[in-house]
Structure formats: C-alpha cells, structure tokens
C-alpha cells in the first residue's frame, strides 16, 4: 500500500513565474559572445510584491537575471531575446506587459559550481496607452 503524503506541497524553486508585470523597454545590446540581451525597468505599481517570489531567493554566489539600481532603486531585467516568445521589433520606451520564468541552472567548472537563475519571458504584450483627454 502506497502512503499519500498530507500537508502542504514542497515548494519547487527550480521554476519561479511572475504574471503580468508592468516593465518598460529600455535597449538591446550584444554581449561578449554574440548574443542580443534586451534590457527593461520594472515599473509595475505592485513590482516589489510581484518580484519578492524571486528576490527572496538571491543569496551571494547566486547568479540573477535583475540587478537593482544604487540612485533610484528600480529593479533591471536581464533577458536574452531568443527566451522573449513574442512581440518583434520592441519599441524602446513602450510599456508592455510580461509572465516571466525564472528558471535555475547550475554549470560546473572545474572545482566550483556557478549557480543562477536565468529569465524567459513566454509572454509580452505592448501596453496600449489610452489618453484621457
């Protein structure tokens, strides 16, 4: 006879979503090795309760796909464009709205592990701007 577990289920921090997040194109540039990274403010209202999911997570000697800004405290995304599922050519400026992955890796290299998370984004949706005038 099996044994069903009772409780509430293990967390899996392999996979991390954040749904409909507000961010803003900022650039596109090619890293070291030939790779275009696109670049983006989060700039949802609810941004740091939305991210907190995977902000909990960073510890030193993790690698993340965000960085937080030293002047204004706003929070980067790093992502490269092949893991962006939609939308082409992206307007720089232009609002959109995403459901971001993070997911986990871990690469050994000779006598340490490099650990991280890197970004997919499944979905990205421009954000159409209605004026109230």
Do not use: H
């Amino acid at each position: 006879m099996t044994q069903k577990r009772v409780g509430r289920p293990m967390k899996n921090n392999n996979k991390v979503e954040v749904n409909s997040l507000i961010v803003e194109f900022l650039s596109k540039k090619k890293n070291d090795y030939g790779a275009e990274i696109c670049y983006m403010k989060v700039v949802d209202k609810e941004g740091k309760k939305k991210m907190k999911c995977i902000t909990v997570l960073d510890d030193e000697g993790i690698r993340m796909p965000y960085w937080v800004t030293s002047d204004k405290q706003e929070m980067i995304l790093k992502v490269k464009d092949k893991f962006i599922g939609s939308i082409e050519p992206l307007e720089q400026g232009r609002l959109y709205s995403i459901d971001a992955e993070f997911e986990s890796y871990c690469i050994e290299k000779e006598n340490e592990n490099i650990k991280g998370y890197y970004l997919k984004v499944p979905q990205m949706r421009a954000i159409i701007e209605i004026d109230s005038d």
